[in-house]
């Protein structure tokens, strides 16, 4: 009877010290500063326009955002979708061929912004519209 008991006590302050743990970690991700990610998804063959998209969006990253790359607020991530690995980040997306998503984390949310068709249309023609609207995108999510 006693055994019982204290096995009791023991299974009790058990859970009590994984559910405190859990919560702690689920606080900390809440409460966890914005973070803005641009992922650009290609191919293993990439035309002009698709070079450019990948291209411009690092240069807008190093160029405005140094800062808080730096600090893990924001980053880039090339996604070739023809490797097993870019194919299950893209399946996750639905992107299927070059695409750019600028993705908002915040309070255990994820906000998916597909800007694929922006890229295609700015990236080559007019790069400056180009790097000002991710530009505009990404200060957008970060607030």
Same mark, same amino acid.
């Given at each position: /009877?006693? $055994? @019982? +008991? ?5 299974? +009790? &302050? ?5 559910? *405190? ?9 809440? =409460?966890?500063?914005? !973070?803005?990610?641009? /992922? ?5 063959q990439r035309c002009p326009t698709?070079? *450019? +998209?990948?291209?411009? =969006? ?5 160029? &405005?955002? *140094? ?7 924001? #980053?880039? $991530?090339?996604?070739?979708?023809? @490797?097993?690995?870019?194919? #299950? ?8 061929? =070059? ?6 984390? #915040? %309070?255990? #949310?994820?906000?998916?912004?597909? /800007? @694929? ?5 700015? *990236? !080559? =023609? %007019?790069t400056q519209a180009f790097k ?5 995108? +990404? @200060?957008?999510?970060?607030?």
């Amino acid at each position: /009877m006693r $055994r @019982t +008991i204290i096995i009791a006590i023991l299974a +009790i &302050f058990c859970f009590a010290g994984i559910s *405190a743990a859990q919560n702690k970690r689920v606080q900390k991700r809440l =409460s966890s500063p914005t !973070r803005v990610e641009v /992922m650009y998804f290609h191919g293993k063959q990439r035309c002009p326009t698709c070079i *450019a +998209i990948g291209k411009y =969006s690092q240069e807008v990253l190093n160029s &405005f955002f *140094a800062a808080q790359v730096k600090k893990g607020q924001v #980053k880039f $991530r090339e996604i070739d979708i023809s @490797t097993p690995e870019g194919e #299950k980040i893209a399946d996750s997306y639905h992107v299927t061929w =070059s695409s750019l998503y600028v993705t908002q984390l #915040k %309070n255990g #949310k994820e906000i998916h912004n597909d /800007m @694929t068709s922006f890229g295609f249309q700015y *990236a !080559r =023609s %007019n790069t400056q519209a180009f790097k000002n609207g991710l530009r505009n995108k +990404i @200060t957008q999510l970060l607030k």
